[in-house]
Every structure is written in structure tokens, then in C-alpha cells.
């Protein structure tokens, strides 16, 4: 292998590690969010940390190498610095199979444990309390997450502030304007946390309903391939044969 071969691997191998350490340095550079904090300081348990890179450092790092092959440097780094964070917003604007799978148990768990916060609240414990309590009594993951609502109002203190926050997760959005609604109206949450879980119970019958009327109707076609065919051979088929061995020849 001669010089003039080293030079073109050389100025490939060094785009390469530039991209990797320009990836590197904005992963480090980009901060946790504050329920990825919030979930390690009160979360009853840590989640194992998974051995696979994000989807956000994956996309990071392919949107990176992209641009320096198609562009070739310098104009490949520059491309790079705006294609980076407009992949990473498009990838974290998409929830994860694990995510949405874990959203739709919490939803399934939710008005079991809302009856368990009436029973807690009606006994006189206040609202601390009765989060704590449950979110031991729940499996996960509901139980951490209802651990995490239990932290935040021992930390805080304004119980206000919590509800105002839950309304920003999907899940947990009518849980937090019930308890909004009972602290500025006086009137006794237990009641609006029972019509809650009886709407989600509704909901969820519903869903299930919806569910199995599109497995239905998602099954039709491959029936009617399945079938047809041997209709076709059993009922069809015999009858010409009969009908044109019958005809005199």
C-alpha cells in the first residue's frame, strides 16, 4: 500500500471521529429532563439502565455520518449542526414501544388505585399521605409513578402547583384537574375521584369494545382468502366437471 492510499483512509477516519466526538459532546451537553431527576430521587426503585444507546443519540450520530458523506467537509459540518437536533426532535417527538406500552398499563391501573385514594381520603388522611399509601399497595408501574406525585408534594409543598403539573402527562391529566377542581371549590374529592373512575372505567370498556370490532374486521380478509379457495375447489369446481361430463360427446 503506498502514501497516496493513506491520505484519502486518513481524512476518512478523521470526519468519522469527528462526527462521533461532535455526537458525543452534545449528548453530554444536552440535560436530563426534570422528570428523568425528579423519577431517580423519589422513584421507589431504579430502572435498569438499558445497554442500548437512546434513540436520540442514534439519531444524533446517523443524521451526523449522513451529512459528511453527502456533503464532504467543511460543508458536511455545518449541515451536521442543524441536521442533529432537528433528527433528535423528530425522534423524541415519537414514543417508544416500552413507553406506550407502559402508558396503556398505567391507564389500566388507574381506576383501581383512584379507588384506593377515595378510601384513603375519606378515612382522613391527607393527600401526601394517601399517595404514599397507595403507591405501595400498586404494582408497577403505576406505584412508582404515584410514589413520584407523593414527592413532589412533600418537596414543594403547594399542592397546586403538583396538580398544575400533572396535567402536562396524558395519563394523569384528569387525576390532577379533580384534585384542582376539589381544592378551589371546596367540594370533596373523593366524589369527583369516583365520577373520574367510573369514566375511565367507561372509557376503557369502550376502547376494549373498539378493539375487538377492528380484530374483526382485520381478520375478515385473511377468512375470505382462506376460504374462498376452497369453496372454490369444493363447491364450484366439482360442478362444472359434473356438468360437462354429463354433456354427450
Do not use: H, N, Y
Not at 25 to 35: C, D, T, Y
Request: proline content about 8%.
Amino acid at each position: 500500500m503506498g502514501r497516496s492510499d493513506r491520505g484519502p483512509r486518513r481524512a476518512v477516519l478523521s470526519v468519522v471521529a469527528a462526527a462521533v466526538l461532535m455526537s458525543v459532546a452534545v449528548f453530554l451537553a444536552v440535560r436530563p429532563s426534570p422528570r428523568a431527576r425528579c423519577r431517580r430521587i423519589f422513584a421507589k426503585e431504579v430502572e435498569p439502565r438499558s445497554v442500548m444507546p437512546s434513540p436520540a443519540l442514534l439519531a444524533m450520530a446517523v443524521s451526523a455520518m449522513a451529512s459528511l458523506m453527502l456533503f464532504g467537509m467543511p460543508t458536511g459540518v455545518l449541515v451536521a449542526v442543524f441536521a442533529m437536533p432537528m433528527a433528535t426532535r423528530l425522534v423524541g417527538r415519537r414514543d417508544s414501544g416500552p413507553v406506550r406500552r407502559r402508558r396503556q398499563q398505567v391507564v389500566r391501573q388507574l381506576p383501581g388505585a383512584i379507588d384506593l385514594l377515595i378510601a384513603v381520603l375519606e378515612a382522613g388522611r391527607p393527600p401526601i399521605d394517601a399517595f404514599v399509601l397507595v403507591g405501595r399497595a400498586t404494582a408497577e408501574p403505576l406505584g412508582s409513578e404515584l410514589a413520584l406525585i407523593a414527592g413532589r408534594l412533600t418537596v414543594t409543598g403547594d399542592e397546586r402547583a403538583v396538580w398544575d403539573g400533572l396535567k402536562g402527562k396524558p395519563e394523569f391529566a384528569a387525576l390532577g384537574r379533580c384534585f384542582g377542581r376539589a381544592g378551589r371549590s371546596g367540594m370533596p374529592v373523593g366524589r369527583i375521584l369516583g365520577r373520574l373512575a367510573d369514566e375511565l372505567r367507561r372509557e376503557r370498556r369502550a376502547t376494549s369494545q373498539e378493539r375487538a370490532r377492528g380484530v374483526a374486521v382485520a381478520t375478515a380478509a385473511p377468512l375470505g382468502v382462506c376460504f374462498l379457495p376452497a369453496f372454490f375447489l369444493i363447491g364450484i369446481v366439482p360442478t362444472i366437471i359434473g356438468s360437462f361430463t354429463s354433456l354427450p360427446l
